[in-house]
């Protein structure tokens, strides 16, 4: 199977400086294409910064989906032939949102809003996420896109896997403390969801809060394809096989061992999932 590369642009941004960090991320996806990447990912907030004190000191930095940034990428992604996903924070009408925008040769192509908030950084004054999950065709394959504490919820990454995404990408901030994530749950999420998985997180200290870096590209059986350092910027790429992804049915001895991690679930006994807790 032909595999595609795909690339994890790790950096530190600057919070409040959009154009800089627009031009850091131009910058990836000209580095990153000439690595051959077809496909480039950003951390979270990687367009504007994380650690905001109000929702009105944010304010000025959000943007809508269509707006400079995404022309700005466009622009970049036109001239490389690849396609890019980066987080921001959208304004649309009176809502402002925790996204991440995908954007391609032809201009801006989706935007995810962060469905899971926690309570830190920008989070505590966004409105959470009111798009449901969705699976987006690039020539590469198709992807489906989370946000740093998304990944939490299992629910979220089989979803994208049963709505048909071979590749489930992650922009995330992880600070100090969320080592446990790149150690163990990224592929947690690949291995049960026999899916590709790639998480790019940032650098730096913003306001007081460090950033542990160790983007992460995983393979659809939960293995380890490349880790990023926990201190430096820098570009981590993989091949990845996105159709192999689709194979289900894992099969180590025929006719005596074989698992399909899809097919085998029992559903008739989830509905507590998704029942509301009082």
């Not at 642009?9 to 400086?17: L, P």
């Not at 400079?68 to 009176?94: H, M, N």
């Not at 990224?186 to 997180?201: K, P, S």
């Not at 995983?218 to 820098?234: F, P």
Request: aromatic share 10%; proline share 5%.
């Amino acid at each position: 199977m032909a595999k595609t590369t795909t690339a994890c642009v790790q950096m530190d941004c600057e919070i409040g400086n959009t154009e800089a960090n627009r031009r850091k991320i131009v910058d990836g996806i000209r580095s990153a294409a000439e690595g051959s990447a077809r496909l480039v990912i950003f951390p979270e907030c990687a367009l504007t910064g994380y650690c905001f004190d109000s929702l009105e000191e944010a304010k000025p930095f959000a943007e809508p989906f269509d707006g400079p940034s995404a022309a700005t990428i466009a622009e970049a992604c036109r001239s490389t032939d690849v396609y890019a996903i980066a987080g921001f924070i959208e304004s649309d009408a009176s809502n402002f949102y925790n996204a991440a925008m995908l954007v391609g040769p032809d201009g801006p192509v989706a935007v995810y809003r962060k469905a899971h908030i926690p309570y830190i950084g920008v989070d505590r004054f966004v409105t959470p996420g009111d798009k449901p999950f969705a699976v987006h065709n690039l020539p590469a394959g198709r992807v489906g896109m989370n946000i740093c504490y998304d990944m939490s919820f299992p629910e979220g990454s089989r979803t994208l896997k049963l709505l048909g995404a071979e590749l489930i990408v992650l922009a995330t901030n992880w600070p100090a403390g969320a080592w446990r994530n790149p150690e163990f749950v990224i592929n947690t999420r690949a291995l049960e969801n026999h899916v590709n998985f790639a998480a790019a997180n940032r650098v730096g200290v913003e306001r007081g809060w460090r950033f542990i870096g160790r983007s992460k590209i995983v393979d659809y059986n939960g293995d380890t394809l490349a880790e990023a350092s926990g201190e430096r910027e820098e570009i981590l790429f993989a091949q990845i096989d996105f159709q192999e992804s689709n194979n289900n049915r894992i099969i180590k001895v025929a006719g005596a061992y074989e698992i399909d991690r899809i097919a085998d679930r029992r559903v008739e006994f989830y509905d507590a999932v998704t029942q509301k807790q009082e």
